[in-house]
């Protein structure tokens, strides 16, 4: 079982919780709707980190036409001194990293080093499409005529509209953000409702390094109040979106029935597989890592363990006495090894996904329980579970879980193992741990991701290589690198004739 924080004596509720508000034109406006948001730490709902009044679609719209007003203004500002702008706030998160850290675990839940990691990431992410700035061009091609330049350049699409969910607070809005806006786009971004002080933040951010106003809009509120709007509007020339399957499913739709840009990047049910030869000592490293890191809640986390059958009950022996080390509590407490939930809605779907695979089933090996010892009474804590035999037709093995629950299943053969790592509506990431080459090229080239790790967690991702999923788990562009920059951009095809006088040619 694994053991709980017991010691978690944070301070409950600020002094005063921050009043939040929205960013339009350059200017802090109260939400217009009646709603109000409260936002609570989920390691100790008694602490109250924030609130604000929703913004209503009246606002939205206004938002959308500050962006429309401003970006004139900020496409004929040129491209490396937009990076300039970007690197500036980079050099501000730098500065702030763990002050900003340390308000991520207490509104998301994540344990402080993961909170620092994610700011890193974030940070090397808004650098890298800082230098993007002094390389956004085309290329030139040599023409079929003489004295003809032929030559592609990339421009804005205008005002475009970034959603993103609430497991990442600070890395998914940058890695949109930034791209988005070196491009030369305005843009109006819309954060998740759970995690809001940590967008106003980035907002601040970007404004106090320069930012003009107008080019960057904050809205906050639930996407099914304002999020059509944000989607539908004829001013929206292209939607970045992370967040659930089924919300990106509809964002595409809408975004492919107007003929704009979408990419979404939704959900995943990560195998991580273990073959007969690997080095177990760095599996098992990397599987704890990827199944019950930020407590299961990434959508690269791996959630099926795979097994082959002539080391799994080792191995899963060894998974299990690792598992049992970790202590879950407040991420603000150094001892803790995993927090909580992210609300009580997550809480719940780790409970009914651990009682639907019992149903099926399948054989708890360790955990399965809410946590409600002393202080964990008042957060969302869970154990970190393990189930083994896992029938591939369960619940379990192909749906979404975003929490701490592995589902462990076992195999005798590669060709089975692929079948199965396949056999799932998703297919974001994956990993291999195995030391034969022939079996590592041949799972490279037959699994269904977007992302392949061998020898890896399935989680993570560098600035500069793309990211992303197939299947259900993304459609549209790859993020991050130069794709995730080219989705932000059009491209412009120009031929160039210098002769000065009439051509006869056949190639027209
Ligand atoms: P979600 O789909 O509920 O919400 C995501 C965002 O969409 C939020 O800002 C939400 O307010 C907004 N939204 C909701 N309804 C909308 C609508 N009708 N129109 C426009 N916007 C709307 O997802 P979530 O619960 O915040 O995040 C968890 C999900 O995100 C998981 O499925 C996870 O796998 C996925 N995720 C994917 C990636 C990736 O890169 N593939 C990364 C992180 C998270």
């Known amino acids: 079982m694994a053991t709980l924080t017991k010691t978690a004596s944070q301070k409950k509720t600020p002094?005063?919780?921050?009043?939040?508000?929205q960013y339009i034109g350059g200017k802090w406006v109260e939400g217009a709707a009646e709603r109000v948001v409260v936002s609570t730490n989920p390691a100790d709902t008694r602490e109250v980190l924030a609130k604000f009044k929703s913004a209503d679609k009246a606002q939205a719209l206004a938002a959308i036409e500050a962006a429309k007003k401003a970006f004139p203004g900020w496409r004929a500002t040129t491209a490396p001194a937009r990076g300039r702008i970007l690197a500036k706030a980079a050099q501000i998160c730098r500065e702030r990293r763990d002050e900003l850290a340390t308000l991520m675990t207490r509104e998301q839940g994540k344990i402080l080093p993961e909170a620092k990691g994610e700011m890193d990431k974030g940070i090397t992410l808004m650098e890298w499409f800082a230098g993007e700035g002094m390389r956004l061009g085309g290329v030139s091609m040599p023409s079929e005529l003489s004295k003809n330049l032929l030559y592609t350049v990339r421009q804005p699409l205008g005002v475009v509209s970034v959603i993103t969910p609430w497991n990442f607070p600070f890395a998914i809005p940058v890695w949109k953000l930034s791209p988005a806006l070196v491009a030369g786009n305005a843009v109006v971004f819309k954060p998740a409702s759970l995690v809001p002080a940590m967008a106003v933040k980035i907002v601040e951010i970007f404004a106090e390094a320069g930012l003009p106003p107008g080019v960057l809009n904050l809205i906050l509120g639930a996407g099914s109040l304002i999020g059509d709007t944000l989607v539908e509007h004829p001013a929206i020339r292209a939607v970045s979106f992370t967040g659930s399957n089924s919300v990106g499913k509809r964002v595409h739709t809408i975004c492919g029935t107007?003929?704009?840009?979408?990419?979404?990047?939704?959900?995943?049910?990560?195998?991580?597989?273990?073959?007969?030869?690997?080095?177990?000592?760095?599996?098992?490293?990397?599987?704890?890592?990827?199944?019950?890191?930020?407590?299961?809640?990434?959508?690269?986390?791996?959630?099926?363990?795979?097994?082959?059958?002539?080391?799994?009950?080792?191995?899963?022996?060894?998974?299990?006495?690792?598992?049992?080390?970790i202590k879950v509590?407040?991420?603000?407490?150094?001892?803790?090894g995993m927090g909580p939930a992210v609300d009580d809605g997550q809480l719940q779907t780790d409970l009914d996904y651990i009682e639907i695979a019992k149903k099926e089933g399948a054989k708890l090996v360790l955990g399965g329980k809410r946590l409600t010892d002393g202080e964990l009474a008042h957060?969302?804590?869970?154990?970190?579970?393990?189930?083994?035999?896992?029938?591939?037709?369960?619940?379990?093995?192909?749906?979404?879980?975003?929490?701490?629950?592995?589902?462990?299943?076992?195999?005798?053969?590669?060709?089975?193992?692929?079948?199965?790592?396949?056999?799932c509506e998703f297919g974001l990431t994956c990993a291999f741990y195995g030391q034969d080459l022939t079996n590592v090229m041949n799972f490279v080239d037959r699994i269904e991701a977007g992302m392949v790790h061998v020898n890896s967690p399935?989680?993570?991702?560098?600035?500069?290589?793309?990211?992303?999923?197939?299947k259900g788990s993304g459609v549209g562009d790859r993020e991050m690198s130069k794709e995730g920059l080219h989705f932000f951009t059009e491209l412009k095809t120009v031929f160039l004739d210098y002769t000065g006088e009439r051509r006869e040619s056949n190639l027209y």
Request: a neutral charge; proline letters at 5%.
């Open 15 to 21: 002094a005063t919780p921050a009043n939040l508000k």
């Open 258 to 325: 107007r003929g704009v840009k979408a990419t979404c990047e939704m959900g995943g049910k990560n195998p991580g597989v273990v073959w007969e030869d690997a080095d177990l000592s760095l599996a098992l490293g990397g599987i704890m890592k990827g199944a019950f890191g930020s407590t299961g809640q990434r959508c690269t986390a791996t959630s099926r363990l795979i097994l082959h059958e002539k080391i799994a009950d080792k191995f899963l022996k060894m998974v299990v006495d690792e598992t049992k080390k």
């Open 329 to 336: 509590g407040n991420g603000l407490d150094p001892a803790t």
């Open 379 to 423: 957060g969302y804590f869970v154990e970190p579970t393990i189930f083994d035999n896992v029938k591939p037709s369960s619940r379990l093995f192909k749906e979404e879980v975003f929490g701490p629950v592995l589902a462990v299943t076992r195999v005798k053969t590669f060709d089975e193992m692929i079948e199965l790592a396949n056999d």
């Open 458 to 470: 399935t989680i993570g991702g560098e600035a500069q290589v793309p990211f992303g999923g197939v």
